[in-house]
């Protein structure tokens, strides 16, 4: 499941939540990466006030916007991971063994963007206890760190990114300026082109399915647009139709309790089931 | 650059309005029961000027240099305030710290420092509390107890001690703070209280972000008729009920919107009628006016004017009550037929609201300017005179536009209104308004009259402005360096680079339109006794006068103020291309093939049509545009009778024909070759 707001604190019913699904991972994200005058900045860090349940891993994500991309910046992949790092280390967060960069890359930024991924999983690799005794607490040295990424669904057409799986980001699949047309959160009729690329895309993926409400404002007024449980299930059988894979990770964006009290307990039922 | 940005600027302002008369929506907000008084930056304000006062600084805008006021704090032995902007020099270090986290995310050894350091200075503050800057320093007490997350202490402090303090910006601060540690405390209520009263509008905002509907209202009205956070919300509601219904046209879409709102809108004039009937609540007039002005939003527009009277009077702060005025002032304009009794109105409420706009309040003038183009134009659309006489009073965008679009003998009238005496209240309170430009006035009316190719008219008005209005003129460059006499078919008169953009002055010779106007009416008039041969040169020579002036050849100074790509010909004025046309079609019957062939060349000139002789398309397959040739259009077959010409013609085809790219474009085109 996505954790997705500035401040890890999770009352009751989340961690109830979280506990009822068997969710075993958290990718929290812990800040987005933002083009500046000064290069590409963090910018929405998150703040640790509670910790994750026991037995909940923690996966750092990261979201990185796709024009940090439309050049090359040595020293980003470096950067990224160092302060990863040191944000588990001065939180205590332990037992860390996977990182997720999400990036809207475009046929622009692709390459670079790649390029930016390789580097990144080698710096996850060249971590050793002897040249980073600070992170040796938050590691485990002896496993592989383990790299992933979001894929959207246009980017299906292209060659897969450099990384250990990528899970499929199932929402913001339509045109949010046509939001009178169809749903831009979810419509199985922006979906059905990408289906053809499902099958032979060659990267181990998941998917990922909305939960949330995008409620924002048009000329002043607040405009919402909820997805409906039968569109969501309805994508989801059709996606593990022709992967049947998916059906392996399963997560949802986002946690909250307002996401949460939005669906019968049978539609999360229904969405996590394997 | 100074003159292309004014030109450009003041083609960017009107030329949509060429295609529509009132194309902005000037969708302010006109529902406003308390100030925009935005609680940020009333405190910098304060602050800043306090420290400004402190070290005698004059600078016109003064920022904070904590190194500066501790060396006038040295200067004036105040030991006090020394120590003091040190430690609070030691706290803004920690909260800018804070603040700009980038690539270095802190250790814990980081962080352990900066508590530490927050700790101290916290220790520092407290100990001072009984010093003559004892509000300044619980001030930096309460603020590293809020970096700190002692929020409770931060409760109690300000209840056990800072509430008691004099009144001063630094308790207003310090009781902003404490509405914060209520809020994180879980006392909403009484956090959201504080943050009304103080205007903190942007905390409030954060707080209610998810409660910003009837129901929301609702409920906190049944949990104080009179809590201060009411006027924000239902402002807040107002508004957005507003955007609804003036962006219906603008984005597709609202329609779905705005029936939501709709349906919300009236249930909150429901509620509005109870509150009202209740009397439970000081605010009385704040509720009717909203119900008055939900009402008229939503069509209810009889029952809105009805609504809104009954507001008059009613309880409210003087705020509330100015808001009922402007409401009933808008609301009685849109509704009332022009008669002499809505002029009378006008004239008193227009006063009354003159006497607001000054204001630092940007609320009355974005009223005065909604009042003025969505209102008063329409209203007075068939009254030219007083349409133009209101934009101008009102220093509208348009009054340029509105002045250079009417029909001269509106604007001669116009002129003749600024001289003569007021007869009505509402012309007692536009005239001395007006603030005429006469030179800008009789060169108007005189190019107006160029424009209908009245040339000897255009002379007695233009005769009356001065060279140096010219020369101040930002086409004055062009004036200068341009001439109409020469063929724009044969030769374009660009400027030299960087001339358009230099700041030189240009002392103009002569006003060039009055020289234009003269040499116009001396050639047309002696047209008629001109013939054969004669009469043809002249008709060419006309013509070149004439594709010129207008809006696509070099001098087109001469009939406007700017120049754009996307220009066309304006109402009451004369296509002055379709004159050159007419006057080639006379010169291409000469018997002299020189003429005849020049005139023909002139005829295919693109300048002197809307439409091309081809029609631009685009290959999907090449990604390329592509000429698709329309033979139906004039422009084609004055290319073609320029081709026919020169293929039957025993004339050796000129230069100036063979050497044209856009006639060798065509060549390939025309299927006689």
């Not at chain 2, 705005?258 to 249930?267: D, G, L, V, Y």
């Not at chain 2, 940007?362 to 068939?382: G, M, P, S, T």
């Not at chain 2, 093939?593 to 809307?610: N, T, V």
């Amino acid at each position: 499941m996505y954790y997705w707001r500035t401040d890890l604190r999770l009352d009751s019913l989340e961690r109830r939540f979280l506990s009822q699904y068997h969710i075993s991972k958290v990718y929290c994200r812990y800040f987005d990466v933002v083009m500046t005058d000064d290069g590409p900045m963090p910018n929405a860090t998150i703040t640790f006030t509670d910790t994750l349940p026991a037995g909940v891993e923690m996966v750092p994500t990261v979201y990185i916007t796709e024009d940090c991309m439309h050049q090359r910046h040595d020293s980003l992949a470096a950067q990224l991971v160092r302060r990863i790092l040191q944000m588990n280390e001065t939180n205590d967060i332990r037992s860390v063994r996977e990182l997720q960069i999400d990036c809207d890359y475009t046929a622009r930024s692709r390459q670079r963007y790649y390029d930016f991924l390789k580097e990144v999983k080698s710096q996850l690799a060249t971590l050793h206890p002897s040249c980073a005794p600070s992170v040796t607490s938050v590691l485990r040295p002896s496993a592989p760190f383990t790299l992933s990424t979001t894929i959207r669904l246009h980017q299906l057409s292209m060659t897969p990114p450099p990384v250990d799986y990528g899970v499929l980001m199932v929402y913001n699949t339509g045109d949010p300026r046509r939001f009178t047309e169809r749903n831009p959160v979810l419509d199985m009729r922006d979906v059905a082109p990408y289906l053809r690329y499902l099958a032979d895309y060659s990267l181990p993926m998941g998917a990922a399915y909305p939960v949330f409400l995008w409620q924002r404002t048009i000329a002043g007024v607040s405009v919402e647009h909820p997805v409906s449980a039968d569109e969501i299930l309805r994508v989801k059988q059709t996606l593990e139709q022709r992967r049947p894979e998916l059906s392996r990770l399963i997560l949802t964006y986002h946690l909250d309790k307002e996401n949460i009290l939005r669906y019968q307990p049978d539609t999360y039922e229904a969405i996590y089931h394997h | 650059m100074k003159r292309f940005i004014i030109i450009s600027l003041l083609w960017a302002v009107s030329l949509p309005l060429l295609a529509c008369a009132w194309p902005a929506t000037h969708n302010y907000y006109l529902f406003s029961p308390c100030a925009n008084d935005e609680f940020n930056e009333r405190m910098n304000k304060l602050t800043s000027d306090n420290w400004q006062a402190y070290i005698g600084s004059t600078a016109e805008y003064y920022y904070f240099d904590a190194d500066e006021v501790i060396a006038a704090a040295r200067k004036k032995n105040d030991a006090l305030m020394v120590s003091y902007v040190e430690q609070l020099q030691r706290y803004l270090a920690c909260a800018d710290e804070k603040r700009n986290e980038r690539w270095e995310y802190p250790t814990k050894a980081q962080l352990a420092k900066r508590t530490q350091t927050l700790k101290s200075v916290r220790a520092y503050a407290q100990g001072k509390l009984r010093t003559r800057l004892r509000s300044q320093h619980a001030l930096l007490y309460m603020r590293c107890n809020m970096m700190l997350g002692l929020h409770q202490k931060n409760v109690d402090f300000y209840q056990q001690t800072a509430s008691k303090f004099i009144e001063s910006v630094y308790r207003d601060m310090m009781e902003n703070i404490y509405a914060g540690a209520l809020l994180k405390t879980g006392r909403s209520i009484e956090a959201a209280d504080i943050f009304a009263r103080q205007g903190d509008w942007q905390s409030l905002m954060t707080q209610f972000y998810k409660r910003r509907s009837y129901d929301a209202i609702r409920q906190e009205y049944l949990r104080d008729p009179d809590s201060a956070v009411l006027p924000f919300l239902l402002k807040d509601f107002v508004n957005n009920a507003q955007e609804a219904v003036d962006g219906d046209d603008v984005m597709p879409g609202k329609l779905f919107v705005r029936n939501i709102q709709q349906k919300e809108a009236m249930q909150m004039c429901q509620l509005a009628t109870q509150v009202v009937q209740q009397r439970k609540s000081q605010h009385l007039a704040m509720w009717q006016s909203a119900k008055a002005w939900l009402q008229f939003l939503f069509g209810k527009r009889q029952q809105a004017a009805r609504d809104i009277l009954e507001a008059v009077g009613m309880s409210g702060t003087e705020r509330m009550q100015d808001n009922v005025r402007v409401l009933m002032l808008y609301i009685t304009a849109a509704e009332s037929p022009a008669s002499q009794r809505l002029d009378d109105f006008l004239a008193t409420e227009l006063a009354w609201l003159d006497t607001k706009v000054g204001t630092d309040d940007r609320f009355y003038r974005n009223a005065l300017d909604r009042l003025v183009h969505q209102v008063l134009a329409q209203k007075y659309e068939r009254q030219p005179l007083r349409a133009v006489s209101i934009l101008r009073a009102a220093d509208s965008q348009y009054y340029d536009t509105y002045v250079d679009t009417m029909q001269v003998g509106r604007l001669q009238q116009y002129i003749d209104y600024l001289s003569a005496p007021a007869t009505t209240a509402l012309d007692g309170y536009l005239k001395p308004r007006q603030k005429a430009d006469m030179q800008a006035l009789n060169d108007l009316v005189g190019t107006k009259y160029m424009r209908l190719c009245q040339w000897q008219q255009a002379q007695q008005w233009l005769a009356k402005v001065p060279l140096t209005y010219y020369n101040n003129k930002g086409y004055a460059v062009y004036a200068a360096n341009r001439r109409y006499t020469i063929e724009p078919w044969v030769t374009r008169q660009w400027l030299k680079e960087g001339m358009e953009y230099s700041d030189r002055k240009w002392q103009l010779k002569s006003n060039p339109k009055l020289v234009f106007a003269a040499e116009m009416q001396k050639m047309e008039g002696e047209l008629s006794i001109l013939s054969g041969q004669a009469r043809q040169q002249r008709c060419y020579d006309l013509a070149v006068r004439y594709a010129q002036a207008s809006f696509t050849g070099d001098c087109w100074f001469l009939m406007r103020d700017g120049k754009s790509w996307g220009d066309s010909v304006r109402v009451n004025e004369v296509c002055l291309a379709d004159k050159a046309l007419a006057l080639l079609a006379t010169a291409s019957l000469s018997a002299d093939a020189a003429l005849k062939e020049r005139a023909l060349f002139a005829m295919s000139y693109g300048g002197l049509y809307q439409q091309k002789w081809y029609n631009e398309r685009w290959d999907a397959k090449t990604y390329d545009a592509f000429r698709e040739p329309n033979p139906a259009s004039r422009n084609y077959k004055a290319f073609a009778a320029l081709a026919d010409f020169e293929r039957t013609t025993s004339k050796t085809v000129s230069l100036y024909v063979s050497r044209c790219d856009e006639y060798r474009q065509f060549l390939k085109h025309y299927h006689h070759f």
